[in-house]
């Protein structure tokens, strides 16, 4: 993605009802059209928690509706009304959509198996990410997963996407008792994100209480 068409992107996000903007102006570099590869290959090795699962900014559910099936009820939680509207074209068993905060907060308590976070830690507010970490483990089970998709991993100021290390993620995690059981560089990514990408997996431990 050139950084044009960022410098864009970040124009319509800062202003009113951004991310719908995008959608509409068809400003969605991160929408490839099919489900992240890498969740397919965990999902075909079998690699992935059973039980609930939890896919935030899920854009038009390609990965809700590859995570689904009859071992995992999915929730994918997506603000963009246009990105949803699309999203429910594809109707498949054991899954929902959730629009925004007020419906999420009315799941709470909803603990769920596994949460994948395909980039969207990069379009926090760094000022937010320990609010995010928090609601991470509020919502996740004792033993349960978290698996992050670390992008852009480099050199770049501003956001979003705002820049990510391993670093940023453990300075807010870890407070919350969650390790990383595997960070690795991300050889499934798409070719403009290659060598900039890693996917980590995050286990919150069975003995840890919610502060």
Not at 17 to 46: F, S
Not at 102 to 126: D, G
Request: proline share 8%; charged share 30%; net charge neutral.
């Amino acid at each position: 993605m050139g950084s044009k068409n960022v410098r864009k992107i970040q124009e319509v996000i800062h202003g009113g009802d951004g991310w719908n903007k995008c959608w509409e102006q068809g400003l969605t570099p991160w929408d490839t059209g099919r489900p992240t590869p890498v969740l397919v290959d965990l999902l075909e090795k079998g690699g992935l928690p059973k039980g609930r699962a939890l896919v935030p900014g899920c854009g038009t559910g390609y990965d809700v509706v590859a995570i689904a099936g009859p071992e995992r009820f999915v929730v994918g939680l997506e603000i963009s009304e246009r990105a949803i509207k699309r999203a429910e074209e594809d109707q498949v068993y054991s899954f929902s959509y959730l629009r925004n905060k007020r419906e999420l907060k009315e799941l709470n308590p909803y603990e769920c198996n596994l949460h994948f976070w395909n980039k969207f830690f990069c379009a926090i507010e760094p000022s937010m990410r320990p609010a995010w970490a928090s609601q991470v483990r509020d919502m996740l089970k004792p033993d349960g997963e978290l698996i992050t998709l670390m992008f852009p991993i480099g050199d770049r100021e501003g956001g979003p996407p705002y820049n990510v290390t391993l670093d940023t993620y453990e300075e807010v995690l870890h407070p919350m008792g969650l390790r990383a059981i595997s960070v690795e560089d991300n050889e499934l990514a798409i070719r403009p994100r290659k060598g900039r990408e890693k996917i980590a997996r995050w286990k919150r431990p069975l003995n840890l209480s919610p502060l």
